[in-house]
């Protein structure tokens, strides 16, 4: 299983009984809809093949594992919507268990993306923050419910209201991530850590099945689709602002972690 000429935003290979999907799209692996729809189709292969296991989607380079959606790319909004939902849909329903590797740091959808599978590793030094919400961007993966569900409201409210980022150590605490890793070999121990989980996965989709809230779903679901819907359909010229502010945060808050004052 190896990366398919037709993948122009994603890497796709499998390492092991691992199939690996890397976030490829530049310095701050942008998430659009071409890369949607490659994660999607690459985790319908990996799913469909007997000798992967596991499911692991992490990031290429070194300074992002994704800095959230490239609004200035999307096009139609009902067709990023679509795409978006097939997606969640698909990573909510896999057999095999799935595991975000956060290379870097995880900011807007990146972070969502994170929310979306089993589980999370992340390397020391790792930020993950939503600064789309300070500027009254949507979110688009469901994150604030998912957050919601595994950290608790306060922090959902923290991170999507508010927009303050949470490093790796305090994503530990809160229960965010599930394990903190060494930088220096983050997936050579990430690697290690995977081929020690368990080979049952139908106990595991037991238990998607146990706490996943389909009502609680379905709601936020559509309050979701009609907020992503209806600031696509804002003024260019609002857009732009709201965009160009995010890419402001970003920049101030990857600066911030490098400076040792996220950290």
Known sequence: MNSRADFNRIQFWREGQVGVIAL??????????????????????????DSVR??????????????????????????????????????????????????????????????????????TGALLAFPE???????VFLGGYFLGRIAGQSLAKRVFYLGEGVTSDEALRLSLVDRVLPRANFFGDAQSALSGLPSSAAAL??????????????FADEVEKKFVSEYLRRPSSEREESTSSVERMRAEIAGASEDGRCS
């Open 54 to 123: 596991v499911l692991a989607i992490t990031g290429s380079g070194r300074s992002f594992f994704s800095a959230g959606v490239d609004w200035r790319s999307v096009g139609d909004p009902e067709d990023f919507i679509k795409t978006s939902r097939a997606l969640v849909s698909l990573l909510m329903s896999v057999e095999k268990p799935t595991v975000t590797l956060l290379n870097s740091h995880a900011f807007g959808a990146g972070l969502e993306l994170s929310l979306l599978t089993d589980l999370r590793f992340a390397r």
């Open 133 to 139: 919400g300070r500027a009254g961007l949507p979110t």
């Open 24 to 49: 490829d799209n530049g310095r701050h692996n942008l998430i659009d809809q071409a890369m949607l729809e490659q994660i999607s189709s690459a985790l319908v292969v990996a799913n469909g093949d």
């Open 205 to 218: 989709s037991v238990i998607k099945r146990v706490f996943q809230d389909p009502m609680g779903i379905r």
